[in-house]
């Protein structure tokens, strides 16, 4: 059973801890294994951003965020985040979150999302997108050192809300 809850101050350090495990992988963020937690805060683990947690059989499984892509005149553009933990993958949290996110950011008044760096290689990741009405609308040629392969491209993806 997946159940979403709204991430709250008390969950910074269970937010830190699957981030962290995520970068660890070198495949799907652009952070470097070590990034300090208090750069993270800043973008990522805090409580500004619209936040939910997933879990699964009381477990915290993932997470995502919502935040403003852009300042200014570009605030009306939201920017998601997703993270699922390696062993929590293919039971359906990615796309649990995503569709949540969605909503949560309609509720929030943005009317648009956009996804800045979406890797390639994470097939997965961008068949979801696609699934749920997401354009690539640009890539970026070798736009993501990738651990294993090398340069990959990354997509831009986008969708109005």
Known sequence: MINL??????????????????????????????????????VWINTNNIAYIAEYLGQAAGAYIIRPNQAGYGDHIANGAYMVAPKYRKL??????????????RKAGYKGMQYNLVVSTNTSA???????????????????KHYNKGY????IMFQKL
């Open 5 to 42: 809850r709204k991430a709250n101050a008390s969950d910074l350090d269970l937010l830190w801890d699957l981030f962290n495990g995520i970068i660890e992988e070198k495949i799907y963020y652009p952070y470097l294994p070590g990034t300090p937690r208090a750069k993270l805060e800043k």
């Open 92 to 105: 359906g949290i990615g796309r649990k979150l995503a569709v949540h996110s969605l909503d949560s950011a």
């Open 152 to 155: 990959v491209d990354a997509y």
């Open 126 to 144: 961008v068949k979801l997108w696609q699934d749920i009405g997401f354009e690539i609308i640009a890539t970026v040629p070798g736009g993501f």
